[in-house]
C-alpha cells in the first residue's frame, strides 16, 4: 500500500510539473499571438496609409498627362499656325 502511495504522489508530481510546463507554454503562446496581431494591426496601417500613397500618385500622374496633353497640343497648335503663316 505505501508504494501504491508513492507512486501516486510521483505521478501526481509528474503531473503538476507538466501542467505547470504546459501552462508557461500557454502564456508563451498568448504572448506571441498578441505580438503577431499587433504586427498585423501595423502592417494594416501601412498597406492602407501606401495605398492612399498609390492613389494620390495615380492622380497625380493622371493630371500630369492631361496637362502635357493639353500642351502638346497648344504646342502643335502653334507650330501649325506659324508654317501657314510662313515663319519658320
Same mark, same amino acid.
Given at each position: 500500500?505505501?508504494?501504491? %502511495?508513492?507512486?501516486?504522489?510521483?505521478?501526481?508530481?509528474?503531473?503538476?510539473?507538466? %501542467?505547470?510546463?504546459?501552462? *508557461?507554454? %500557454?502564456? +508563451?503562446?498568448?504572448?506571441?499571438?498578441?505580438?503577431?496581431?499587433? %504586427?498585423?494591426?501595423?502592417?494594416?496601417?501601412?498597406?492602407?496609409?501606401?495605398? +492612399?500613397?498609390? +492613389?494620390?500618385?495615380? *492622380?497625380?500622374?493622371?493630371?500630369?498627362?492631361?496637362?502635357?496633353?493639353?500642351? *502638346?497640343t497648344r504646342l502643335d497648335r502653334?507650330?501649325?499656325? +506659324?508654317?501657314?503663316?510662313?515663319?519658320?
Amino acid at each position: 500500500m505505501d508504494d501504491k %502511495v508513492k507512486a501516486l504522489a510521483s505521478e501526481k508530481k509528474k503531473l503538476m510539473e507538466e %501542467v505547470s510546463r504546459l501552462e *508557461t507554454q %500557454v502564456k +508563451r503562446y498568448k504572448a506571441d499571438a498578441e505580438r503577431a496581431e499587433s %504586427v498585423e494591426d501595423e502592417l494594416k496601417q501601412e498597406k492602407r496609409k501606401l495605398q +492612399r500613397e498609390l +492613389r494620390e500618385a495615380q *492622380t497625380q500622374l493622371e493630371e500630369l498627362q492631361n496637362q502635357n496633353k493639353h500642351l *502638346t497640343t497648344r504646342l502643335d497648335r502653334i507650330k501649325q499656325s +506659324r508654317t501657314a503663316l510662313g515663319i519658320q
